[in-house]
Nanobody
Framework: QVQLEESGGGSVQPGGSLRLSCAAS????????MGWYRQVPGNQREYVASIRSNGNTNYANSVKGRFTISRDNAKSSVYLQMNSLRPEDTAVYYC???????????????WGQGTRVTVSS
């Protein structure tokens, strides 16, 4: 079973930046898709961004142009660079690992502890 550990959250003012990290263990990282999700208490977890094993990326419309996902297979890690942060980006951020089946990604049903991001003036 894959273990995921997120870090890098914190409190920033609107317009600020943060870089989230997620370290994965227990799987062949380089063959997996990796994704970031976020959740506001009381709401459903929502998709933020993902990166395939071949490096292809995808973003939710709400973060496109502001967030950048990247991966380092040698470190079994995935990152989320968040710029131009807005109060509505406030949430707990989670990473997830997915198995690739052609164009389809099957995301795991297990999550790390998450890392909290607060954007407020």
């Amino acid at each position: 079973q894959v273990q995921l550990e997120e870090s890098g959250g914190g409190s920033v003012q609107p317009g600020g930046s943060l870089r989230l990290s997620c370290a994965a263990s227990g799987s062949v990282f380089s063959t997996k898709a990796m994704g970031w999700y976020r959740q506001v208490p009381g709401n459903q977890r929502e998709y933020v961004a993902s990166i395939r094993s071949n490096g292809n990326t995808n973003y939710a419309n709400s973060v496109k142009g502001r967030f950048t996902i990247s991966r380092d297979n040698a470190k079994s890690s995935v990152y989320l660079q968040m710029n131009s942060l807005r109060p509505e980006d406030t949430a707990v951020y989670y990473c997830n690992v997915g198995s690739e089946f052609g164009t389809v990604v099957s995301w795991a049903d297990s999550w790390g502890q998450g890392t909290r991001v607060t954007v407020s003036s």
